[in-house]
């Protein structure tokens, strides 16, 4: 929790978020549905990945097939947490923080994109993908 | 050597709309959707610019005073109207759009009963007027009492909001022609309102339009009306200045 709370004072000198946010691991099965959710992980709007039975898969981000073998479990917590921390100017929500928001919709206010345990969840499904995309 | 990492991950932002060529939303659509638009006898929009017709010659208010009694001759009196608009209204000494100006001649001209923003009655007046500039370039007017709501037009445009933390110029400038799920960004050029959207099955405004944008980032929308809609509508307007007008356009 600490660290969420500390500003960091350089994108480059934290560029992970080592403790899990729950005391209960993620659980991957859980973590594919969430991702493959458009109404709640929201991820295949932006990024492809390996879910051939989803049509409509975004090409505004990097393919999500060997996301766990391209970053570990750390890295990928702060980029599901707050990718902003690495670069400002990222289009990828900020998954669990709602400080710093702008007119957020009375029904979203003081919510996070997804729980911890979604973070946990979806983190441990990221970790499955081993494999590079086809190119 | 890690300072200039940031700047990297900059450069493809560079790439914007100005850099790009302007493109219609019209141009992403598929064939048969084209087809829909261009085809009078197809495009759903024309059963609203056939009702906007009937409502213009129909007479209203304590005078029975029809539109056409004091515009005569829509084709020539609205002519080129619709392309210059949002224009300034020297009565609330503010910025105006088309439908905002529709809605004000009927009540304080014509006298007649108000018609709500995304009424019936609304959207086939303003689809009606618009279809007199079919064609036309987009000529947003030099009056210097525009500029600040055009500013303030574009300040919304770049500003992130909502939940999702997202702005209009980081999909529709730095991503238009990309894809979101299964949609073409496009560049938001404003070039078909009021249109018929195959997704809402029916004719809508722009700020119908801005209003769906607003929410798809979780953010709170504007009120129908609300002069935040008309900066970004001045502002769009002078983004795609020079554009042919497509009043009713068809999108999916």
Redesign the interface.
């Known amino acids: 929790m600490l660290l969420l709370l500390a500003s960091p004072p350089?994108?480059?000198q934290d560029d992970a978020i080592s403790t899990p946010l729950t005391a209960s691991p993620g659980d991957a099965t859980r973590g594919r549905a969430l991702v493959a959710d458009?109404q709640r992980g929201?991820c295949?709007?932006?990024h492809p990945g390996p879910f051939p039975e989803e049509?409509?898969?975004?090409?505004?981000a990097p393919d999500l097939a060997g996301a766990g073998s391209r970053w570990n479990e750390g890295q990928l917590r702060l980029r599901l947490v707050d990718s902003?921390r690495l670069?400002?100017?990222s289009?990828m929500?900020?998954y669990y923080r709602t400080e710093g928001?702008?007119?957020?919709?009375?029904?979203?206010r003081g919510?996070t994109?997804l729980s911890a345990q979604e973070i946990e969840d979806v983190l441990a499904y990221l970790l499955t993908l081993r494999e590079e995309a086809p190119r | 050597m890690?300072r200039a990492?940031?700047i990297l991950?900059?450069a493809p932002?560079c790439l914007s709309a100005s850099a790009q060529e302007r493109r219609s939303g019209f141009e992403n659509m598929a064939r048969d959707t084209q087809a829909m638009q261009t085809d009078d006898t197809a495009n759903p929009g024309m059963l609203w610019v056939l009702e906007g017709q009937s409502l213009w010659h129909q007479p209203a208010g304590p005078a029975a005073q029809s539109c056409a009694s004091c515009h005569q001759n829509t084709e020539v009196s609205m002519r080129g109207v619709a392309a210059r608009y949002p224009a300034w209204d020297e009565a609330s000494a503010a910025p105006i759009d088309l439908a905002g100006r529709i809605a004000q001649c009927r009540e304080t001209r014509q006298g007649a009963p108000p018609l709500a923003r995304e009424s019936q009655g609304l959207l086939s007046l303003s689809a009606y007027v618009g279809n007199q500039s079919r064609g036309l370039p987009i000529a947003p007017p030099a009056d210097p009492r525009m500029d600040a709501a055009r500013e303030q037009g574009r300040a919304l445009y770049t500003?992130?909001?909502?939940?999702?933390?997202?702005s209009c110029a980081?999909?529709h400038d730095?991503?238009a022609g990309?894809?979101?799920?299964?949609s073409t960004i496009p560049q938001a050029h404003p070039t078909g309102y009021p249109l018929y959207r195959l997704e809402w099955q029916t004719l809508g405004s722009l700020q119908r339009r801005l209003r769906g944008c607003?929410?798809g980032v979780?953010?709170?929308?504007f009120a129908y009306g609300a002069s935040e809609y008309v900066a970004i509508e001045a502002f769009l307007a002078s983004r795609a200045q020079g554009m042919a007008l497509e009043t009713p356009a068809v999108r999916p």
């Open positions: 350089a994108w480059a458009r929201l295949l709007l932006c049509r409509f898969q975004g090409n505004l902003k670069n400002p100017d289009i929500p900020s928001l702008n007119r957020v919709g009375p029904a979203f919510r994109v | 890690k990492l940031p991950l900059l932002l500003a992130r909001r909502g939940q999702l933390d997202l980081q999909c730095d991503n990309r894809r979101l799920a299964g607003m929410t979780r953010a709170e929308p």
